[in-house]
Every structure is written in C-alpha cells, then in structure tokens.
C-alpha cells in the first residue's frame, strides 16, 4: 500500500508560479515512476509530468514543456511539480500517481492516486 498526500495548489495570476508536492509514503520502491496528472471540469483526465525515482528521467506533455519542471527528493520521498509561466488552460484538479505498468503517459498504468490539489490561474 502507498498513500500519497499532494499539496501547494492555490489560486494564482496567468504568468504566476505555483510549486506542487507529493508525499509519498508506505511500500514504496526507488524505481517506481511517480506522474502527476490534471483533470479540469468537464475534461478527461491528462497526462501532465513523471519522474523516475532512481535515475531522475523525466517525461513531460508537450503542453507543459518547457513552463513545468519535475523533481524529486528522495530523502523525503517527495515529488515536486514547479508550475511557471502558468495561463488559466493550466487550471485544474492536479493529481499524482504512482506507476505499475505500461505507458508512462496513459492514466491506466497508475495504480495508487493522491487525494488531488486545486490549481487555478485566472486571466
């Protein structure tokens, strides 16, 4: 079992920065792939960002490349997700998950799911 609790979501200004944790506690591994997701009212769930725990490769949507930076801290067990640049499209429920097996970038290769964390970005 893992519990993943997310946190640092708020409302914020387009242009504005958020920065989003993950705790991850429980069975983890040191290879396991945490992805963070997004779902906005009335939208499918997306892929946002993933970072692999051991080596640090990191996966991002094109929507994000290059405004998004995934980290991690593995003394906390933490994954962080910096937001910058951030436009209204951005906002969302955000979620982070921890990867079983498949695509990296699909929502059904995730098996444990944090509780989510509001980002807002007004215009």
């Known amino acids: 079992q893992v519990q993943l609790v997310e946190s640092g979501g708020g409302l914020v200004q387009a242009g504005g920065s958020l920065r989003l944790s993950c705790a991850a506690s429980?069975?983890?591994?040191?290879?396991?792939?945490m992805g963070w997701f997004r779902q906005a009212p009335g939208k499918e769930r997306e892929f946002v960002s993933a970072i692999r725990w051991s080596t640090g490769s990191t996966w991002y949507a094109d929507s994000v490349k290059g405004r998004f930076t995934i980290s991690r801290d593995n003394a906390k067990n933490t994954v962080y997700l910096q937001m910058n640049s951030l436009k209204p499209e951005d906002t969302a429920v955000y979620y982070c998950?921890?990867?079983?097996?498949?695509?990296?970038?699909?929502?059904?290769?995730?098996?444990?799911w944090g509780q989510g964390t509001q980002v807002t970005v007004s215009s």
């Open positions: 998950a921890t990867h079983r097996t498949g695509a990296v970038e699909a929502g059904r290769s995730y098996d444990y």
């Open positions: 429980g069975r983890t591994s040191s290879n396991y792939i």
